[in-house]
């Protein structure tokens, strides 16, 4: 199915086109805009998790300088609750009654002429509360089990079958406490209406979604409303979902007939804008003496918040990562009075695979292999669910190409047998395969009478760089320069666009602006189809290709004209053509559906007197189907890897558990890396265009992540000969 043939501009590493908007300032991110008239609102939070509102008094709020609103749960709106969608579903409508789900939950937001005026009159609400006990623990009896949330639990095979032929079993259960997302970009909503029209500027990664919601939400017309982000300052899954304080900015602004804008602080961030859950995983693998995978059974237990469904199925990675005939996962999760959570960088697979990949070279280690060749050995050629080819599949050349450059062959094969001086030496690594996930997407394409082009669909680039890679995509179908070609985005009023995430956005986004690139050009060919001025009179798509801005035939170069000869004979101005990617099915293609594959390679050292970890490399393999630019491409998995190093040794957000409060809410107090605990790390890309799609490409935003906690926990394993089952690894567990 791949069709796009050249490589002149698509895959080159060039600059970001939009470098120059950003280093200069000119980029305008949400909370950037101001609008005449505009006020400010500062939100309220709760001082308890669990319990309710007994009264709150609002008079001293009131009548603080500037205020202008102060509204609560005694004078908010009704709302309807806003739609639910894969990955990017609404939580409860806010301020709706006086119960209280959890700490920081958003009971009040003031209104004031300026943000100050705003955030001291909020410290002014005082309420009363009736706490109940919070429940905050997985395993507090009183939580609610939600049982196979989603409906992905899986088997495969016969699981006490698999067992009993094991020659060799390791069981374990492994932890993952909460992590906070924490983009840069502090969360900002700038609302604003006119009659029942609302124009939204939002730090989301899906405008469409925030329109969805907000017209359910508010009760009001999908086609009045404006969702603008064409700048998103990070978000690491943060923006998926329509959170309370983008709802509550809207219903502001609609009682105050102004425009509001609402900016989260650092400590809002970590109770508003969901976090990665905590996960407990059991996982028992067994394997024959001979190094066979006999059996996988994986279980997974998530906190979610009260009346929310975030979406964390973190065993069902397990099901496609090696061929083995008995496999059996299922997932539940635990209710808790904590903030909703949403997803974070590689939701799911982030926890799973660290419980499957430690697991994995336990079991290699017990038969005596090499955690290397124990993977190859059981390396799952086709998808193992399916019984069907992969669409395309190079773990494999990440293993070896991985190996090679990092040098595996130099590992001794017994736990702290490599030293260099005081400092054991650990080497690890851990295999991802990451699941397919595309979803419908359309795009619109224009050539204009000066030979430019101008794309857009309504997408986001939240620093990943879709600005630059579907510019230089464009750029290659319509034949023209870069320089000639401007893609845009970030706008609910362009051609819809699914959530920038899944990994899923370049891979849809690519294939839309693909069809409407390729239609574009026919447009073309169908105002010359019976010119008798053009040398394209008569031809068809097939027959013709596209360079520096001109239409030609493939047989004769010369046979052909520019886009702009074409507009100006004809006397328009411009030519306009739409396209749309659905996602292909695996039954329709005869082939399973493949996301991006990996393999990570990491060196640590440790002093066993202090216990202290360093990372001292890391080898990146991926195969991520075609690379459109090899340079934003490679940043991704950079940027992936810290945070994958992160999630190993330093992110955990703290949860008082008297109060529900989140003890670390600052950059000051959670941590993460600084550039000292970023090793080099190098990134290498094998395989080629996935077959499935017209482009090919197959999504890099989130492998970057996954495999770094199992492969720094295999290279500890290595070094100490101790197995860490609990994120982060810190300190205390490492000193011997
Ligand atoms: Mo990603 S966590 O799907 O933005």
Not at 251 to 260: D, I, S
Not at 529 to 534: G, H, I, L, N, V
Not at 653 to 661: C, I
């Amino acid at each position: 199915m791949t069709t796009l043939e050249t490589g002149r501009t698509v895959g080159a590493g060039i600059d970001r086109v939009d470098a120059p908007l950003k280093v200069t300032g000119s980029a305008h991110y949400p909370n950037d805009f101001s609008l005449p008239g505009m006020v400010h609102a500062a939100l309220v939070g709760s001082t308890v998790a669990a319990g309710r509102i007994r009264g709150i008094d609002v008079s001293r709020a009131e009548a603080a300088p500037g205020v202008l609103a102060v509204i609560t749960h005694l004078t908010a709106p009704a709302l309807e609750r806003g739609p639910m969608t894969l990955l990017g579903g609404s939580p409860p409508a806010p301020m709706q009654d006086d119960r209280i789900l959890h700490y920081g939950q958003h009971i009040a937001i003031v209104v004031a002429e300026s943000a100050e005026q705003a955030r001291h009159a909020a410290r002014l609400v005082h309420v009363e509360y009736e706490a109940a006990k919070a429940v905050l623990d997985v395993d507090d009896p009183r939580a609610e089990i939600v049982e196979n949330p989603w409906g992905l639990d899986t088997q495969r095979g016969d699981i006490a079958a698999g067992f009993a032929q094991a020659d060799v079993v390791v069981e374990d259960t492994y932890t993952t406490p909460d992590n906070t997302n924490n983009p840069l970009g502090l969360m900002a909503t700038l609302a604003s209406w006119h009659g029942d029209a609302l124009t939204v500027h939002d730090s989301t990664q899906w405008p469409h979604n925030v329109r969805t919601s907000l017209a359910t939400i508010f009760k009001v017309p999908e086609s009045g409303i404006r969702v603008l982000a064409p700048f998103v300052g990070g978000g690491f899954g943060a923006g998926l979902r329509v959170w309370s304080h983008v709802i509550l900015t809207v219903m502001a602004a609609r009682q105050v007939k102004r425009p509001v804008k609402l900016v989260l602080s650092r400590p809002e961030m970590f109770t508003s804008v969901g976090h990665r859950p905590n996960s407990v995983q059991q996982i028992k693998v067994g394997a024959t003496r001979d190094g066979d995978l006999v059996a996988i059974e994986h279980h997974g237990m998530s906190s979610v918040a009260m009346e929310d469904d975030d979406y964390e199925p973190v065993s069902f990675g397990s099901v496609v990562a090696y061929a083995c005939p008995n496999v059996l996962t299922r997932d539940r999760q635990a209710r808790l009075n904590i903030p909703c959570p949403g997803s974070m960088r590689a939701p799911a697979e982030g926890q799973g695979n660290f419980a499957l990949e430690s697991a994995i070279d336990d079991v290699a280690r017990a038969v005596g292999m090499d955690p290397l060749e124990f993977r190859l050995r059981n390396y799952a050629d086709e998808h193992p669910l399916l019984g069907l080819p992969w669409s395309s599949k190079a773990l494999r050349e990440c293993y070896l190409e991985g190996a090679e450059r990092f040098g595996w062959s130099r590992r001794t094969p017994e736990p702290g047998s490599m030293r260099d001086g005081r400092w054991l030496i650990g080497y690890g690594l851990a295999g991802v395969s990451y699941p397919f996930y595309q979803v419908p997407c359309q795009a619109r394409a224009s050539v204009r009478r000066d030979g430019s082009a101008y794309v857009r669909s309504a997408a986001t680039d939240i620093g990943t760089g879709t600005y630059t890679v579907m510019t230089q995509l464009a750029a290659e179908l319509l034949g023209l320069e870069v320089e000639q070609v401007r893609f845009d985005l970030g706008d609910s009023d362009m051609p819809y666009a699914p959530q920038a995430g899944g990994s899923g956005l370049t891979g849809a986004l690519s294939n839309a602006v693909h069809t409407a690139c390729r239609r574009l050009v026919q447009e073309f060919l169908d105002v010359v189809a019976d010119d008798a001025a053009s040398p394209l009179r008569g031809a068809m798509l097939d027959d013709v290709t596209v360079t520096d801005g001109r239409v030609h035939r493939i047989e004769d170069a010369a046979q052909g004209e520019s886009y702009a000869d074409i507009l100006a004979r004809h006397g328009l101005e411009e030519l306009s053509a739409d396209g749309r990617s659905t996602p292909p099915q695996s039954e329709d293609l005869g082939m399973a559906l493949a996301g991006a594959f990996g393999a990570k390679f990491v060196e640590v050292r440790i002093d066993p007197a202090l216990g202290l970890l360093r990372v001292a490399r890391v080898v990146s393999a991926i195969d991520g189907g075609r690379i459109l630019n090899e340079k934003t491409a490679a940043s991704q998995i950079i940027g992936g890897t810290v945070g994958g190093i992160s999630q190993a040794m330093f992110e955990e957000t703290a949860t008082d558990r008297g109060t529900g409060r989140i003890a670390n809410a600052t950059f000051g107090d959670y941590l993460m890396p600084v550039n000292a605990d970023v090793p080099d790390m190098e990134v290498l890309f094998v395989g080629g265009p996935d077959r499935a799609t017209a482009v090919g490409t197959k999504g890099v935003g989130e492998i970057g992540l996954v495999g770094l906690a199992a492969a720094i926990g295999n290279a500890v394993h290595h070094a100490t000969g101790r197995r860490i089952r609990s994120l982060p690894i810190t300190i205390d567990q490492l000193m011997l």
